[in-house]
């Protein structure tokens, strides 16, 4: 009796987690995909005080630059609205930096956090661009 007791407890543990295992599988299936950079990000103009950084995702989100004149601090930072995918094509996210020093090099990367339901961020490596004289 024990063992019949042992083998239906051991019988419905086992179909349990395999209901659980499928569940999540299907969970993680059903989940949107992460919010990815799929072009860029791309310098699109640059003045003696100012730049524009552009770069487009896969889905909206915020529109952040974060940036600074040494590569491994990039303290300051540069937004503009949150960009809304209107399409299944993604959006161009572009945001403009002001008030930087003439002839300068400047390092940066962006950032597309808060992606339309996915609740994900995409962040590029560093890049780098020089203001002009």
């Known amino acids: 009796m024990k063992k019949l007791s042992f083998l239906l407890i051991s019988a419905v543990l086992l179909s349990g987690l395999a209901l659980a295992q499928s569940t999540d599988r299907q969970d993680n299936h059903d989940r949107p995909q992460a919010e990815r950079i799929t072009h860029g990000p791309v310098v699109e103009s640059v003045g003696s005080s100012w730049a524009t ?24 930072m540069a937004e503009s609205r949150y960009a809304v995918s209107k399409s ?9 930096i002001d008030h930087l020093r003439p002839g300068t090099t400047y390092y940066f990367m962006v950032d597309s956090g808060q992606g339309e339901g996915t609740g994900t961020e995409a962040r590029s490596g560093i890049e780098e661009f020089t203001t002009k004289r």
């Open 53 to 76: 950084v552009a770069w487009s995702t896969d889905t909206g989100g915020s529109s952040v630059v974060r940036y600074g004149t040494e590569r491994d601090r990039l303290t300051q």
């Open 88 to 96: 299944d094509q993604g959006i161009t996210h572009r945001v403009k």
